[in-house]
Nanobody
Framework: VQLQASGGGLVQSGGSLRLSCAAS????????MAWYRQAPGKPRDLVAL???????NYANSVKGRFTISKDNTKNTMYLQMNSLSPEDTAVYYC?????????WGQGTLVTVSS
């Protein structure tokens, strides 16, 4: 499975961005897709995940601000990020769990200026 993340960039505090993660296979066959992020000097943390049935879960720090979704027809997962703050600055990675393996895409950098 190959994953291609895009949509990162520089945005001002309070602004919005939408990240995309395009998969090389039908995402209907992927059990769980997720977004992780890694800020400089910090571990990679889970941001949000979505199951193949559409069940979602979010880190407490992004609840109410970020929305994860997917378009099965485009084999693409999204992360809509609103009310961004400098604390959201990180490299964002998409991840896919297709039993029995995990797959990672390359990261996309999100920088939020104050």
């Amino acid at each position: 499975v190959q994953l291609q993340a895009s949509g990162g960039g520089l945005v001002q505090s309070g602004g919005s961005l939408r990240l995309s993660c395009a998969a090389s296979i039908s995402i209907l066959s992927i059990n769980v897709m997720a977004w992780y992020r890694q800020a400089p000097g910090k571990p990679r943390d889970l941001v949000a995940l979505i199951s193949n049935l559409g069940v979602t879960n979010y880190a407490n720090s992004v609840k109410g601000r970020f929305t994860i979704s997917k378009d099965n027809t485009k084999n693409t997962m999204y992360l809509q990020m609103n009310s961004l703050s400098p604390e959201d600055t990180a490299v964002y990675y998409c991840n896919a769990y297709k039993i029995p393996k995990y797959y990672w895409g390359q990261g996309t950098l999100v920088t939020v200026s104050s």
